[in-house]
């Protein structure tokens, strides 16, 4: 029933009364976003751990990285587009759907291992921290948007790995 199904045919379906719904997630948008999103990996696993002494090596570690956001993304992004296709959903449960996710946290951890990468020696570039964090998860959600529109023809590891060496330049 998607959307539609009534918080208290959920309730019953899960054995719950309403009041213990909403003290959970607060009001029916959460809950339908909590139901159909997946949990996102932490923003740890995301980033992984550092190791290493090249310039290589930090390049290597961000590449890891956004094949690991590639696949985060490509898991989140068609039910995104999906939700924003879906009667009954406003503009607020997509938002709270996309905050779900936790871009934000993403982006604040991967601008600080840039930082931490420079600051070592392990990366070589001109490019601030944020910027370079910024350009990646914007241009990885273009690389999975391209995937989707292009079934087949979606990039592959190799050419994630080829975009995060364009984007260190």
């Known amino acids: 029933a998607g959307f539609a199904a009534s918080t208290r045919r959920i309730?019953?379906?899960?054995?719950l009364s309403q009041a213990t719904l909403f003290q959970r997630f607060g009001d029916k948008e959460r809950l339908f976003v909590a139901a159909t999103f997946p949990e996102p990996l932490p923003c740890a696993e995301i980033l992984g751990t550092l190791s290493g002494r090249s310039r290589e090596t930090g390049a290597a570690h961000l590449a890891g990285i956004a094949v690991r956001l590639h696949a985060e993304i490509s898991k989140s992004l068609p039910?995104?587009?999906?939700?924003?296709?879906?009667p009954g959903i406003g503009a607020s449960v997509v938002e709270a759907a996309h905050a779900q996710l936790g871009a934000r946290a993403v982006i604040a951890g991967l601008t600080?291992?840039?930082?931490?990468l420079k600051k070592r020696r392990l990366l070589a570039t001109r490019h601030s921290p944020a910027a370079i964090a910024e350009a990646l998860l914007t241009g990885i959600h273009g690389l999975v948007l391209m995937g989707l529109l292009a079934p087949g023809a979606g990039p592959d590891e190799r050419a994630v790995q080829r975009f995060v060496r364009t984007v260190l330049g």
């Open 11 to 15: 309730a019953e379906q899960a054995g």
């Open 112 to 116: 600080a291992r840039i930082g931490e």
């Open 79 to 86: 039910l995104l587009l999906e939700l924003t296709g879906t």
